[in-house]
Structure formats: structure tokens, C-alpha cells
């Protein structure tokens, strides 16, 4: 019997890379001690096909630092799925896009996170983003659908509308943004990140930005962490009667595979409590199939869809529907999933009843691939002071919208949104 609950992997095949960012979630950068093997990775890839699994998405580390990345990408276009790949673009050259092109990689996501000097400083290498626009270049030559992905923080949102024009102009026809959040290195560099209260400037942005883009071409997907249910929501989830966040998706239909064969709901989960097994203890379908790991979401729509909430988002009107946002989001603030301090809806209610809501760390992340500290959540009247010597705050007045940008109106509220 084919089993049909996940259709979609992303698959870290190493946790290699040639760059150091500030933000990643996994510290990559040296292999995992015991990455698969070939014929173990191309085992899994039939494993994947047999369980149902539609498309895979090839992540690092850097994915084409590992060398028999291409016989990876072969055979999962070859046992019928859809192969994509992420990528920080530092070194595809147009040898390297068309050997991508042959290998069946239909569409190539590259990151962009910031201007020229934004991007390189968080990706902890020097023309990482001329790199990355040649890679852009190169793949559009090769024939292969390119797309970007952004990481919005308080370095990068300033100059949000500037990225767009640039990616644009780049011809990415697909644009994927998410909020950062504290998860590996992300979590020793807290100062980048957005605060909750500050998402109250970033929605309108966003929104400005999204309905440009979506009138000159460029499809904006917004990643799991962005929303939930503020006025812009169903404009940037697609303007379709039924555009709204529904939930966590991990291991519901999406699965996450470590280098080493762990295998996950999400790729972003925390390693050690969403792990239902390695690929070489289980088969894959037994790890699916019956762990609770693998399984958690399944009350979905059931009284039991909400039982791990608390916090705001346990007396929010939308539970039922989010079940609190994204999962990885959530715990790598409070070490636990279940109540989500990045909602912009959470953002909204707090502040008409005029609170404002900071996080602060208390405790460190240890330092391993995928590992998060633990936050407090400060609730405080709007017009308390905001701490001193906090020079990255980010504000409304910091956005570089440049003079092309004068005529494009801001977003108006929808109805039937929460504000
Ligand atoms: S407060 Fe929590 S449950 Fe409510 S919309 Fe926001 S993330 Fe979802």
C-alpha cells in the first residue's frame, strides 16, 4: 500500500558548508560525524518514493559540497519525484548549472539576506552576495527555475523593499521569506532578531512589498513563522477565499531528514525532541508511521489539536485553526511548543489593550547543529521605556524605501482580518 500522508521532504545531505551565517539554525559548516553513505542516501530515496513523498528539496550545510550530490538528485528525479534545492549560491558556476540541469533539478531556491554588505556580514563570508547573484545568472542559463529566500531580522528588514528590487531585477520569479528566529547560531546572536512588539511595523512592509511583487510577477511565499491572521494575511497567503495559516504542517505532509538518516516532522525542528528515529535503526515508514515524533499533529482539528497550548495563544480566538503557529518557532523561544510570541494577530491584540511584548534570553543554547536556549516574555505598558544600548531596534522610520516606491500605496485592512 502507498502511504499517502507526506508528500514533501527536505533533505540536509550535509551539514558541509563554505559559509558561516550568523543565523544558522544547524551551525553548519564541518560534516555531521556520520553522514549516510551513497548507498544508504540512495536507499532513503526509494524509501521516500515508496512512502509517497512528491518532491525533495536538497539542503545543507551546502548541498553540492557533498560529491555524490548529483547521483542523489538523479535518482530522486528518476524514482519520480520533483528534486529543488536551496542553496547559498557561493560557487555554481554554469558548468555546475548544467550538470544540476541534467541531474533533473527542476528549481533552485538561493538565499539572499540583506544588501551587498547586510548579506555577506550575515553570511560570515565576502562576496558571498556577489556569488550569490552570478549563481542566480548561471542557473537561469542552464534552463533551471530560480527563486530566492529571505531571512528577515533586524539587519535585513531595513532594507527589505531594496531586496525585493534586487531579486526581481535578478528575474526570481519566486521569493520565500521568513522570520528568523533563535535557533543555533541565531540563538548566540539574539540581538538580530525582531522583537515580537516590532512586528506590529514589519507586517505593513511586508504587505507593501508583497503586493508589488505580486503585480510585477513575483510570487512571494510566505515561510511557516509568517502571519498569523493580521490584516495582510490573506493577500500574502494568495487572495484565495481559503489563504489563511491552518496550522503546522510537521509530519502532517512534510518531513525533515538529518544528514546522519534522523528523520523529523520539519527540517527546522529542534533535533533531539523531534526525532522519531534514524534511518538506519527503522524503515522510514515505521518512523512515520509510529512515532509520536512523527505523529503530533495528527490531532489536527480535534480537541486534542490544542492541548499543548498555553500562554496567549491558549485563549486565542484562531487555536483551533493554528494550533500556535509554527511549531519550530515557537519552541526555540520557550524550549517548548505551544505559545508563539511571533503572531502578528498576537501582536495586534496585545498592543489595543496597550501592552507591549519583549523576549529575553535567559538561557544560552549549548552550541549544537539545531539546538535552542530559552527566552523570557516580558509584558510591558506601550509606553514604558524600551532598554538602552539597543542600537538594531527596528522601527517603521529604519525601512529604505527608495523613490520607486513613493506611488505604492501602503495595504489596506481586509475584511474579516482581526484589526
Ligand atoms: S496567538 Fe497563537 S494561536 Fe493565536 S493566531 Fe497567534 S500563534 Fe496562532
Request: glycine content about 10%.
Amino acid at each position: 500500500m502507498t502511504y499517502h500522508r507526506i508528500t514533501y521532504a527536505v533533505w540536509e545531505i550535509t551539514l558541509k558548508c563554505n559559509l558561516a551565517c550568523q543565523h544558522c539554525g544547524s551551525r553548519a559548516g564541518n560534516t555531521r560525524a556520520k553522514e549516510l553513505s551513497t548507498e544508504e542516501a540512495l536507499d532513503l530515496v526509494k524509501q521516500l518514493a515508496d512512502v509517497g513523498i512528491k518532491e525533495v528539496t536538497l539542503i545543507g550545510g551546502e548541498a553540492f559540497l557533498r560529491a555524490d550530490w548529483l547521483e542523489i538528485a538523479k535518482a530522486i528525479t528518476s524514482a519520480g519525484m520533483l528534486c529543488g534545492m536551496t542553496t547559498g549560491g557561493f560557487g555554481i558556476n554554469l558548468d555546475t548549472a548544467h550538470r544540476m540541469k541534467e541531474a533533473g533539478i527542476k528549481v533552485v531556491s538561493v538565499s539572499v539576506d540583506g544588501l551587498e554588505a547586510t548579506h555577506d556580514r550575515l553570511r560570515g563570508r565576502q562576496n558571498s552576495w556577489q556569488w550569490a547573484f552570478k549563481t542566480i545568472g548561471n542557473l537561469q542559463k542552464a534552463g533551471i527555475f530560480v527563486g530566492c529566500n529571505t531571512q528577515i531580522n533586524r539587519l535585513s528588514a531595513p532594507e527589505f523593499p531594496c531586496i525585493y528590487e534586487r531579486i526581481r531585477d535578478a528575474g526570481a520569479k519566486a521569493w520565500q521569506i521568513q522570520l528568523t528566529v533563535p535557533m543555533g547560531n541565531a540563538a548566540d546572536n539574539s540581538d538580530i532578531l525582531l522583537q515580537p512588539h516590532e512586528l506590529l511595523d514589519v507586517y505593513p512592509m511586508i504587505a507593501r512589498v508583497a503586493h508589488r511583487a505580486k503585480r510585477e510577477g513575483v510570487h512571494v511565499q510566505p515561510g511557516n513563522n509568517i502571519g498569523y491572521y493580521g490584516p495582510e494575511e490573506r493577500m500574502l497567503r494568495g487572495g484565495e477565499a481559503f489563504s489563511f495559516w491552518q496550522g503546522c504542517s510537521a509530519g502532517l505532509s512534510a518531513l525533515g531528514i538529518e544528514a546522519d538518516g534522523a528523520i523529523k516532522g520539519c527540517p527546522s525542528l529542534p533535533t533531539t525532541p523531534y526525532t522519531g528515529g534514524n534511518i538506519r535503526d527503522y524503515d522510514l515508514r515505521t518512523i512515520i508511521e509510529e512515532t509520536e515524533e512523527l505523529r503530533f499533529n495528527l490531532g489536527a482539528g480535534t480537541p486534542k489539536g490544542t492541548e499543548h497550548l498555553w500562554g496567549f495563544c491558549k485563549t486565542c480566538e484562531f487555536a483551533e485553526l493554528c494550533r500556535g503557529g509554527c511549531s519550530w518557532t515557537a519552541h526555540v523561544f520557550f524550549d517548548k511548543r505551544g505559545n508563539n510570541p511571533y503572531c502578528h494577530h498576537r501582536a495586534l491584540t496585545q498592543a489595543k489593550n496597550n501592552i507591549r511584548e519583549r523576549v529575553v534570553i535567559k538561557r544560552r543554547a549549548d552550541g549544537k547543529p539545531f539546538d535552542n536556549g530559552e527566552f523570557s516574555l516580558i509584558e510591558e505598558a506601550i509606553q514604558a521605556p524600551l532598554p538602552e544600548n539597543d542600537p538594531l531596534r527596528f522601527s517603521a522610520d529604519k525601512i529604505q524605501w527608495s523613490e520607486s516606491w513613493h506611488s505604492e500605496p501602503l495595504m489596506a485592512p481586509l475584511v474579516g482580518s482581526s484589526n
